[in-house]
């Protein structure tokens, strides 16, 4: 006995997405066909809008509905810092801040040796296009990661050669954790990082 | 800093799912953003045609793409007995075991107090029109909980005015357990159930 096509089409679908397996997917497909007609039709044109109204900003790789995203488009907002992320989320979660008032750039990855990833599979072009003699500091926040690490330190030595005032965001102890259960590099990032208080 | 609108939209539908909670849909959504353009619209047209091709069987109320499902009308199937079940997922169950070669009728949900569902509306009417002399056997196999009890013990008096044989799928321990980790009910199921050897 087996699934219709399209019952099997559909769990298919859903296993593309992040920790959905067979069972999952599964899961989800009966709960589409609990849900009336009405609302898997507004689910199916969910998809199709966002695949045409969602588009990644010309001048930062930001998401944005129009050409140029919200952000850029602020000239209230200080034109003479980037802040170099990941992926729109870090944006998002940077945003949350309300203390950061400079523009982003959005790489869209990072240089992975295991994916085969390399500097020109980064949005770093229009990186560069954007550096000029307004541009006072770039802040590089990928990832404290292997591969965010990586390209942090690739994007430094790129960067210093246009003489650009580089820094990274600083590794510690996250507020509220305690020492005795902080991994070992954490706590030597943390003392090489000591400040004068 | 808000998501843009079609964004939100996609996150709202994926909320919807069973075990995905705000957390999940967002990450849902970076993954569909990840995708190719194609990708996305086959994820869309799936749904669609999900929703335009997957009916309830008239008969039974199994899942199929035809008026009839496979199942009924599959004639070399023993036309005698009925297997009365929840939803088109414990179908599959059962097909998985190769034993039982009768005919299903799904109920598509159970007796619940809780969600105000009463006996009419779950698929019974075409249960009582498809009972006839050649039915020699009624199986109700809801599951064991308290609104499957429930539902069994009201088919079961609802059949006994229609004189059909009404059986109902045994409890007791599952094989692979340990009787000293079983609770209570099922023990005492087990003890209540058993059968010279």
Known sequence: MEYPQ????????FKMLPGIGNKGAERMVYAI????????????????????NIHFCKKCGHICEDDICDICS???RD????CIVESPKDVFAMEKLKEYHGLY???????SIMDGKTIEDL??????????ENIKEVIIATNPTREGETTA??????????????????????????????DELTLLKSLEGRKKI
């Open 79 to 82: 034109q003479t810092t980037i």
């Open 6 to 13: 399209t019952f099997n089409q559909l769990i298919e679908c």
């Open 33 to 52: 066909l609990n849900m009336n007609p009405q609302q898997v039709e507004d689910f199916s044109k969910s998809l199709l809008d966002f695949k045409n």
């Open 123 to 132: 949005n770093i072009q229009s990186l560069f296009e954007r550096l000029n």
């Open 153 to 182: 330190l690739f994007l430094a030595k790129l960067l210093a050669k246009e003489n650009i005032n580089t820094t990274r965001i600083a590794n510690g102890l996250p507020i509220g954790s305690n020492i005795d259960y902080a």
């Open 74 to 76: 602020d000239e209230s």
């Open 105 to 111: 750039h959005v790489l869209h990855g990072t240089i």
